[in-house]
């Protein structure tokens, strides 16, 4: 992975910067975003990509509106989730069942972010879908956050997008809640849970077999995160996790499936 980023100092009224992310290997084939290496033949797990991928690329700007406006439009991850797509930065070495089912990775589009004191800050914007960069239904989706610290070490994120994801078509909508809470409050130890809950109208899978009358798919999940460091080098994180496909859409089942796991990392640094 390749990093680039710059920005003048957050402490001005106005500023601006740039965020470039590229990365290389099997993870960054299953990571690409239609239209970025990725055409509309190219369905999971994506075979025939690159092995390369322009996991971000976006413009920032700060306009000094209040406490100042930022604008953000480019290629960017997603804000949900608890687990990012860089292992290293996860407690845990693999991602969970949220990360791989329930949630989108990236977006193409534009975000309006504004501070309300150091407590809270709202998030909102217009993509062009889940881990799309083109267009596929000539509409848009919605996403954005509420973020909350309401004491010190403690962090509250809702989560939200909404919007037709089906290819050539408006009508159906999909949408997921995301909240992600973390608190680091207790000496050396991280703790926080991830809850998710999404829907789609007359999901694309489940029609295409032809055997339900109703086609809406919903899925929800949880997951319990915990991590202590014994020392300055080592670490171990748990992560508890439960996720329900009510109409197995998410995991290509096309029936009820509920998936359990329980994993234990052991960091050393």
């Not at 413009?59 to 997603?78: E, M, N, Q, Y």
């Not at 956050?145 to 939200?160: E, G, H, R, S």
């Not at 608190?183 to 703790?191: M, N, R």
């Not at 995991?251 to 052991?266: K, W």
């Amino acid at each position: 992975m390749a990093e680039f980023s710059i920005k003048k100092d957050p402490s001005e009224k106005y500023w601006w910067g740039y965020g470039l992310v590229v990365t290389a290997g099997l993870d960054a084939q299953k990571n690409h975003s239609l239209g970025i290496f990725r055409d509309s033949d190219d369905t999971f797990p994506f075979r025939n990509t690159k092995k390369f991928d322009l996991q971000e690329a976006y413009l920032s700007l700060r306009i000094p509106i209040g406490d100042g406006l930022i604008v953000k439009a480019g290629k960017f991850v997603t804000l949900l989730g608890y687990e990012v797509i860089e292992s290293p930065n996860n407690l845990n070495v693999s991602r969970g069942y949220l990360f791989s089912l329930a949630i989108p990775l990236t977006h193409t589009g534009g975000l309006l972010s504004y501070t309300f004191g150091e407590e809270f800050s709202v998030t909102a914007g217009v993509v062009l879908g889940w881990d799309n960069s083109s267009d596929t239904n000539d509409g848009v989706s919605y996403t954005g956050q509420f973020a909350l610290t309401p004491i010190k070490d403690l962090t509250a994120n809702l989560n939200w997008i909404v919007g037709p994801e089906q290819t050539d078509s408006k009508a159906n909508q999909r949408a997921v809640l995301d909240l992600v809470v973390n608190y680091t409050g207790f000496k050396d130890t991280t703790i926080g849970p991830n809850v998710d809950y999404g829907f789609e109208q007359d999901e694309a899978f489940l029609r295409s077999l032809g055997t339900r009358q109703d086609n809406d798919a919903v899925w929800w999940g949880i997951a319990g995160y915990a991590a202590y460091d014994f020392t300055d080098w080592f670490r171990l994180a748990l992560r508890q996790e439960f996720f329900r496909d009510a109409d197995g859409a998410r995991t290509g089942f096309g029936s009820d499936v509920n998936l359990f796991s329980t994993t234990l990392t052991a960091q050393f640094k």
